[in-house]
């Protein structure tokens, strides 16, 4: 994600022009949008948490399904509704760029599936919603997708008494 954030054109961070972050959930995403201030343009936050559920499919082995999610934000003038909605529709049009590019490494880039973990990427399933207000009036979006992989749950009586 830090690659996409200083290659899109959209965002491109920099360390002199900060414009993607890591947060542990919605209450450090609240902190760090306060610190920020009147930064200006895009910001892509990613929600650097482990998070996900273990399902049986019907076979020996459990299936680990990690839930991920970034936010898109920019800050909108929330009291102009059409400044608002050009604000979460710039953040939808952004995310989506976000998402052709993670598809298109997923496809077509062996070395990019393996180290970014593209390969299990669940499709079927990516989800968004509306997020915002958020610390000094940052709107947006929140993009949430699966990576499923197997779990590794085996039993083994060695590890019991």
């Known amino acids: 994600m830090r690659d996409i ?14 414009r993607f972050h890591r947060v542990s959930g919605i209450a450090s995403l609240e902190e760090l949008i306060v ?11 990613v929600e650097d948490n482990l998070t996900g559920r273990f399902s049986d499919n019907l076979s020996q082995n459990f299936l680990n ?4 999610s970034f ?5 909108a003038d929330a009291s102009v509704a059409d400044d608002l909605q050009a ?3 710039g953040c939808l049009t952004v995310a989506k760029k976000i998402l052709s590019k993670i598809k298109t490494d997923r496809l077509t880039d062996h070395r ?8 299990n990427l669940d499709t079927a399933n990516i989800r968004y ?3 915002g207000a958020i610390g000094d009036h940052y709107y947006g979006i929140q993009v ?15 590890d019991w008494i």
């Not at 954030?5 to 900060?18: F, G, M, V, W, Y």
């Not at 610190?35 to 936050?45: C, D, I, K």
């Not at 949430?144 to 060695?158: C, K, L, Q, S, T």
Request: proline share 3%; no cysteine; glycine share 6%.
């Open 112 to 119: 990019r599936q393996t180290t970014n973990g593209l390969r």
């Open 129 to 131: 919603s509306s997020v």
């Open 144 to 158: 949430f997708f699966n990576v499923v992989d197997p779990a590794g749950i085996i039993y083994d009586e060695d």
């Open 35 to 45: 610190a920020m201030g009147h930064t200006t343009g895009y910001q892509l936050v």
């Open 71 to 75: 936010y898109m934000l920019k800050q």
């Open 87 to 89: 604000v979460r529709s």
């Open 5 to 18: 954030a200083e290659r899109l054109i959209d965002i491109q961070h920099t360390s002199a022009l900060p």
């Open 65 to 68: 399904n990690q839930l991920f």
